[in-house]
């Protein structure tokens, strides 16, 4: 009987811990939320064409979408190779095989691109590197508005050495 309590009340401490986690991420992505108005007024004495650093750009143009996949083929983006406009997004989607997610290696980006594209990828888990998506269909989208003309190399951090990466070439 004793040990069926201490689990019960270890359970209860575990899942109270993992459930705080949610609340504070809220709360970061408010505060995160709140600075982004100050950020954008900003704006209006930069140019039309550039962000400041730290201001996500909107996508302008079209979305392309990019499917992550890992099955009995490999793990893969599908397609792995995109070319893109400026002011295009790219929208990937969970399909199988997860988690996965979208990360540029930051000394593969050059110094005068990194802080906008950091600014275009919403909620990074890391540098450059999106949350992990787990669940099919869930989906992840990056803004390449403000970003200069370039091929950037992108991966799936679980599954990189399984050779799940592409390129992004903004024309």
Known sequence: MRFLGFVVVSSTIALGACGG???????????????????????TAAPATAAPAGTAAPITGQTVEVKMVGDDKGYRFE??????????????VMVSGGPHNVAFDPATIPADVKPQLSANMPD?????????????????????????????????TPHLAMGMKGTITVQ
């Open 21 to 43: 986690g949610g609340e504070k991420a809220a709360t970061d992505t408010a505060a995160t939320a709140a600075a982004t108005p100050k950020a954008d007024s900003a704006t």
């Open 79 to 92: 397609p792995a190779d995109i070319k893109i406009k400026a002011g295009d997004g790219v929208k990937f």
């Open 124 to 156: 990074q888990q890391g540098e450059l590197s999106s949350p992990l998506e787990v669940n099919p269909n869930q989906t992840y989208t990056i803004s390449f508005a403000n970003i200069k003309p370039g091929t950037y190399p992108f991966h799936c």
